[in-house]
C-alpha cells in the first residue's frame, strides 16, 4: 500500500504543477460538480483565471445557496500548501464584480501539509458578517494569492488586477517567465500578483439595502489586518489551531450560523 501510494503521488506530482490550490468547501463551491454533474475531487482547487475558474459566468451551475444578513461561518479548503500565500473573501454582483470585501490579507496557514487526498485536505474556517445588502444573484469568492511566487520573481509585494490574474509575471514577451507562473503570457501591469487560485459559491442575500450604500471595505474594524492595503499582498502567515486562526478577536473563530453541507 505504501508504495502504491507514492507511486500515485509522484506521478500526480509529475503531471500537476505544484502550487498552492484551495477552493470553497461550505457553502460548496460552483464547480463542485462538472457540467455533467460529476464530482470535481482536485482540479477545482486550482482555478487561475478569474474569477471564478472555469466555469465563470455560470451563476447556479450547482446551486444557490439563500444567506441572511449576519454572522457566518464560511470553510475552505487547501489541497496544496504554500507559505505566506494570504486569502481574500468578497462578495460579487451578478457580473461577477467585486462589491464588497469581507476579509482581506486573510493569513496563511505554514503547519498546513500538502496532500492530493480529498479527505485530508486542510479546512479553513473563518466566521464573516454577511451586510444587510438585498441580492437576488451573489457570488461569495474566495482567492488564494501565490505570493511565494512573486516573492521568489523579486516583487516583495504584489498588486492583484483582474484582468492580470493569471500571467507570465512580467511585461515584456522578452523577458524570462517567472518561475511558477501558470503561463507565458506577459503581465499588463507591473508588480502583478500573477498566480492566483479563484473559487466561488453562489447565494441570494436576502437583505433590505443596496450596494451602493456600502463601501467596498466591509472589513470590521477589529479585523487584526484591515489597517494593510487591499489588494497588495506579500507574505502572510499566522497560527492556525484546528482549522480557526487563532490570537484575533473571538467573532472571528467562533462558531456563528454554521451552513449544512
Not at 77 to 86: K, L, N, Q, R
Not at 108 to 117: E, I, Q, V
Request: include cysteine; glycine fraction near 6%.
Amino acid at each position: 500500500m505504501y508504495r502504491w501510494s507514492c507511486a500515485l503521488v509522484c506521478a500526480l506530482l509529475a503531471v500537476v504543477e505544484v502550487d498552492g490550490h484551495a477552493r470553497w468547501k461550505c457553502p460548496a463551491p460552483r464547480d463542485e460538480n462538472d457540467a455533467d454533474g460529476n464530482h470535481i475531487p482536485f482540479d477545482n482547487t486550482g482555478n487561475k483565471v478569474g474569477p471564478c475558474g472555469p466555469y465563470s459566468g455560470m451563476y447556479g451551475m450547482n446551486g444557490v445557496r439563500v444567506l441572511k444578513p449576519g454572522p457566518l461561518t464560511l470553510t475552505w479548503e487547501e489541497s496544496i500548501a504554500h507559505v505566506g500565500s494570504p486569502f481574500r473573501i468578497a462578495i460579487l454582483d451578478e457580473h461577477e464584480k467585486v462589491k464588497v470585501v469581507l476579509a482581506d490579507h486573510i493569513p496563511h496557514d505554514d503547519a498546513a501539509k500538502t496532500t492530493f487526498f480529498e479527505q485530508f485536505y486542510t479546512p479553513y474556517h473563518l466566521t464573516v458578517d454577511i451586510p444587510d445588502v438585498q441580492c437576488e444573484k451573489c457570488t461569495l469568492q474566495l482567492i488564494y494569492f501565490m505570493t511565494d511566487k512573486t516573492v521568489k520573481c523579486g516583487s516583495l509585494l504584489c498588486t492583484y488586477y483582474p484582468e492580470d490574474s493569471a500571467c507570465s509575471g512580467q511585461i515584456e514577451a522578452s523577458e524570462p517567465t517567472c518561475f511558477g507562473a501558470p503561463n507565458d503570457v506577459p503581465c499588463l501591469k507591473e508588480d502583478t500578483c500573477f498566480s492566483n487560485y479563484h473559487t466561488c459559491t453562489d447565494v441570494t442575500i436576502q437583505g433590505t439595502r443596496s450596494f451602493e450604500e456600502f463601501d467596498m471595505d466591509l472589513q470590521p474594524m477589529d479585523w487584526p489586518y484591515k489597517n494593510l492595503t487591499m489588494g497588495v499582498y506579500g507574505a502572510e502567515e499566522a497560527v492556525w489551531e484546528g482549522g480557526w486562526l487563532k490570537d484575533v478577536p473571538a467573532r472571528f473563530n467562533t462558531v456563528a450560523e454554521f451552513l449544512e453541507c
